[in-house]
């Protein structure tokens, strides 16, 4: 049997906001927590490993709610345009030219990424799947796969993308000791018609699995499809029966209107908040406080690099999506720095419906662990454990990230793969799918 025991630091656990324990102990056993309270009162062992916090916060795991990961290959690419002159000019153009080794290596690069900073999960839609679950696996980090749906090229390619769906959920789903799990990803609205979508669905229904979309991301999306359909792009979805009795994680809903937001607490639908991409792509403000007040459940998430540019929560859409809900409101009490935190770990890990292994430090949910060193200048003194992470930390302040158990990150160092060897790799086919 395993055993890690951390111990002398802050232990933060997300069970509540008085559940914080200055002088702490986690105890993990087997990739699960045994234990997570005061030190005085943990249990003694015999040949664990000891990891001393003294002077870090030890708290849950980051999770990405929503991200296309081998997007970092364009990172830097296209900034300053608008969102689907962006896409049709840039982005569809140069992703047309990754083959699946530069998915791996992007997907990889992103992990890599996300670990320095204290992503222990993420949900990604990306193409093709093979690749990103292979890259979890190999980089050590927490993964959903959903392949990216679209049929822009006709039935048949809509067709194609979900067998291949299918059969990548049959390779992969549980693997790597259950850190890869899949979600059905059609792309929105606008790229897949009733029948593309009905039929994603149906692949979800037969799988057992859940449904991942973008919806509502700008004013045009939404003017276009109340042209189209005479109604919003979640009222479209939710008609057509998606959003009923299955799972569905809904990316940005930025222009989400009072009935869409009735709809989404309604039917359990969790939400992807972006506030960093969407404030770049100018796509506008996602009423998080209000979503939350009837129930919807909302995380953090990144979206792709090339769009938001970095992989991170901490420190980038955990304090600007603070401070935006803020000014939306005009109300500086409406957002705490606790939701901040709390739409980081456990309400995002609610959001992907994995509150019951993740999000929390709490006996017998899987260990996702990370710790920040607090010896930082703009981290003293602390006043507020909960505004200290949600507006003053940053990525570099991680010092480890733990998933399953394992310690996959630490110190600058990627345990399980050599972290020059991905960035030498992504640099070669960034070079190549963005040359004329």
């Avoid at 309604?266 to 960093?276: A, D, L, N, R, S």
């Avoid at 006996?363 to 990370?370: F, N, S």
Wanted: net charge negative.
């Amino acid at each position: 049997m395993e055993r890690l025991l951390i111990e002398g630091g802050t232990v933060l656990t997300m069970a509540g906001p008085e559940a914080v324990y200055a002088d702490g102990a986690v105890l993990v056993e087997d990739g699960r927590i045994v234990y997570a309270g005061p030190r005085r009162g943990a249990p003694e062992v015999k040949g664990a490993r000891r990891l001393d916090a003294t002077g870090q916060i030890v708290m849950p795991g980051i999770v990405n709610t929503h991200c296309h990961a081998a997007m970092t290959l364009l990172r830097g690419y296209a900034d300053d345009m608008r969102l689907m002159e962006w896409l049709q000019t840039k982005i569809w153009p140069a992703e047309a030219k990754m083959t699946a080794e530069d998915v791996y290596w992007g997907t990889a690069l992103a992990a890599y990424e996300m670990l320095s900073g204290g992503i222990t999960t993420f949900l990604d839609m990306y193409f093709p799947a093979d690749p990103v679950a292979r890259a979890i696996q190999d980089t050590g980090i927490r993964g959903i796969v959903a392949r990216g749906i679209i049929a822009v090229g006709g039935p048949s390619e809509a067709l194609s993308r979900l067998e291949e769906s299918r059969e990548a959920f049959h390779r992969w789903n549980g693997k790597a000791n259950g850190r890869i799990t899949f979600m059905v990803g059609p792309h929105a609205p606008y790229t897949c018609p009733p029948d593309t979508l009905v039929a994603c669905a149906e692949l979800a229904d037969e799988l057992g699995i859940g449904i991942h979309i973008h919806l509502s991301e700008t004013a045009g999306e939404v003017e276009e499809a109340r042209r189209q359909w005479g109604k919003t792009p979640i009222r479209h979805v939710y008609d057509l029966g998606l959003m009923r009795g299955r799972h569905v994680v809904a990316a940005h809903c930025v222009h989400a209107t009072d009935d869409d937001i009735a709809i989404l607490a309604e039917t359990g639908t969790g939400v992807c908040h972006c506030p960093v991409s969407n404030l770049k792509l100018a796509s506008g403000r996602t009423p998080v406080s209000k979503m939350r007040r009837q129930g919807v459940a909302v995380g953090f998430g990144t979206d792709g690099a090339s769009s938001e540019n970095m992989l991170h929560i901490l420190g980038s859409e955990m304090r600007i999506g603070a401070i935006q809900a803020k000014e939306l409101e005009g109300d500086p009490a409406v957002f705490t720095a606790y939701d901040a935190v709390s739409m980081a770990t456990i309400e995002a890990a609610r959001v992907l419906g994995m509150d019951a292994e993740i999000g929390s430090l709490e006996p017998g949910k899987r260990a996702d662990i990370v710790l920040i060193d607090t010896e930082r200048p703009h981290l003293t003194p602390n006043h507020d454990l909960y505004g200290l992470i949600a507006y003053s930390a940053l990525p570099s302040d991680v010092t480890t990230t733990i998933v399953d158990g394992q310690i996959v990150y630490e110190r600058g160092r990627l345990m399980r793969m050599d972290g020059r060897e991905i960035m030498a790799r992504a640099r070669e086919a960034a070079a190549r799918i963005v040359k004329p």
